[in-house]
């Protein structure tokens, strides 16, 4: 940032999908279909919300977003919008695993039932 009195209010970040297979377009309606995310592009996608959550939730960056909170995520401080256009599971899948990455499981994430039992979310606190 060149100014340093300057900081990131927020982000909207647009991304495509990660490496995907068997992508087939109807030459008349051109409806794709067939399309599955490949190993490679869950793990292309996992790697970018790394990325990401150091550049703008790591509080040490130049370009971190001041206020946001957690870990765990406060819900209401994100959006995140995956539409398939045509091509199902490979446009969301890839956003989950961007997820996955941005917002890594914590075992913070917890809630207490009526009866006093805490329970964490599952897979470590998967958010």
Known sequence: MENSDSKVLGVVLLIRHGDRQGFYQDPTTYTPSNTVLTPLGNQQEYQL??????????????????????????????????????????????AQSLIQGLIPANSN????????TTIEAPLNGYQ
């Open 49 to 94: 919300g790394q990325l990401l959550r150091q550049v703008y939730l790591n509080s040490s960056s130049p370009s971190y977003i001041n206020g946001m909170n957690g870990p765990p995520v406060n819900d209401a401080q994100f959006r995140v919008r995956a539409d398939a256009g045509g091509e199902g599971g490979v446009i969301v899948n890839s």
């Open 109 to 116: 994430f917890t809630t207490t039932l009526a009866n006093g």
